[in-house]
């Protein structure tokens, strides 16, 4: 093997090297990845799902197992006993927005 084939492989290489290099960390990470973004997933809150206030479980309103009409809004609710729940107390289901981590309780110093 000459001097200049073992340059021209060295070459190849290097530039093949790059080139792999740039496929994975460069603009060809995005054509490898194949993971676009755009366009809705269609799944848990696809259609006419709405949520259960009290638990939080989606609920289909074509098959909730209940339902309650609160300041002319309807709720729906994945079992009647959660609909009791509601009904007994609307604005303590319907401010807590958020109902992960809710139990805190404040600043405790000690
Ligand atoms: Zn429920």
Redesign the pocket.
């Known amino acids: 093997m000459d001097k200049e084939s073992i340059q021209s492989l060295l070459g190849i290489l290097i530039w093949g090297g790059l080139f792999v290099l740039m496929m994975r960390y460069g603009c060809g990470a995005h054509i490898m990845g194949g993971h676009g973004h755009h366009g809705g997933d269609k799944g848990a809150d696809g259609g006419g799902t709405t949520k ?1 206030p ?4 989606s ?1 289909d309103p074509q098959h909730a197992a209940a339902a309650s009409v609160h300041e002319g809004k309807t709720y729906y ?3 009647p ?2 609909r009791d729940k509601f009904e007994q107390a609307p604005q303590k289901y319907l401010s807590a927005s958020a109902p992960e981590g809710g139990e805190h309780g404040g600043h405790h110093h000690g």
């Open positions: 259960d009290v638990c939080g479980m609920v609710f994945c079992s006993s959660c």
